[in-house]
């Protein structure tokens, strides 16, 4: 009998033929003037992503302190990296350091990003493949609450978790003044999305593979873990990243939960502290350089999971 580690493995290598033969017969020569368009167009794509990019890199390196570069040039007069080192030491005037304020936005991304993972993908698989009283009721709340904007359920969220008092093994927080309570709200916010994408996704893949499974002897939890993830791997990559973004980048949320809690800030509330009032008294090349240290995180994590990625955005729309 076929044990349950090759029906696991069959699925996939299943896909891939059927990716290599989909290739295969795509692939064909574009003709020269087409080529030559695309190439131009793509050029120009690039030059709008990256100008923004190397004006606030010049911006970082310039000592003059400038609200943008007084040229073309990309490596300003007297350029240093001063700014980028006084960032790193102490990026603004409370007493907190820029690794601190890292750590305190990583706390939020990763954990945001494993809950609403976590949580998605089994109550994704419950829509998907379980048929249970009250399933379509649930999946219209569900994309209610996604049709909502993140402002409509913080002041809600605000007083809910402002009453929850902890007082356990030597802890003592108000839940709302902490950054779980932050992490629960972006949670609340980020857990819609993630279900119905991967709900979308799950039901792309075919029933038989897991019917193959049950054949063999596999529990449901067992072809849930040894099947379904697996193959869900690109469209769990995709919900984790977005996520982690959601989490890293995560403004409002933050500023009203944790207010003058300085320990508990996050590298969104340090940026916006350092802007003067009206912007008049803005270092700007401080500014510069703790964007591009605040962007650096997130791009890392992308082009460490960028095949993962691709192939959940490409495959995430291909039937059968």
């Known amino acids: 009998m076929t044990s349950l580690a090759d029906v696991s493995r069959r699925p996939v290598l299943m896909w891939s033929r059927r990716a290599a033969r989909r290739r295969g017969s795509d692939e064909r020569k574009l003709p020269l003037g087409r080529q030559l368009a695309l190439q131009a167009l793509l050029i120009v794509i690039t030059f709008t992503v990256l100008f923004p990019l190397v004006w606030i890199f010049s911006m970082s390196i310039d000592p003059r302190g400038l609200f943008r570069p007084d040229g073309l040039n990309l490596i300003p007069p007297g350029a240093t990296l001063d700014a980028y080192i ?110 119905w994408n991967l709900k979308g996704y799950l039901d792309t893949i075919p029933h038989d593979l897991e019917e193959a499974a049950y054949v063999d002897g596999a529990t449901q939890n067992q072809t849930f873990r040894r099947i379904v993830l697996p193959l869900a791997t690109p469209a769990i990559a995709v919900t984790a990243f977005l996520g982690f973004l959601g989490g890293w980048s995560e403004y409002l949320t933050v500023y009203y939960f944790i207010g003058g809690n300085v320990p508990d800030w996050t590298l969104s509330i340090a940026l916006n502290s350092m802007v003067g009032q009206y912007a008049r008294n803005t270092p700007w090349s401080e500014f510069a350089a703790f964007a591009i240290l605040f962007a650096l995180p997130v791009s890392v994590v992308f082009f460490f999971f960028q095949r993962y990625l691709v192939g959940g955005l490409a495959v995430g729309g291909v039937k059968g």
């Open 86 to 195: 006084k960032v790193l030491n102490q990026p603004t005037s409370n007493p907190i350091s820029f690794i601190g304020l890292a750590l305190n936005s990583l706390k939020v991304a990763v954990f945001t990003s494993a809950i609403a993972v976590g949580l998605g993908i089994t109550a994704a698989y419950a829509f998907s493949r379980l048929r249970f009283r009250g399933r379509e009721t649930l999946m219209i709340v569900i994309l209610g609450v996604l049709m909502l904007p993140g402002v409509a359920t913080l002041v809600p969220l605000y007083v809910f978790m402002n009453r929850i008092h902890v007082d356990v093994a030597g802890l003592d927080f108000n839940l709302r003044a902490s950054l779980v309570g932050v992490i629960l709200a972006i949670c609340s916010a980020q857990l819609p999305f993630a279900i």
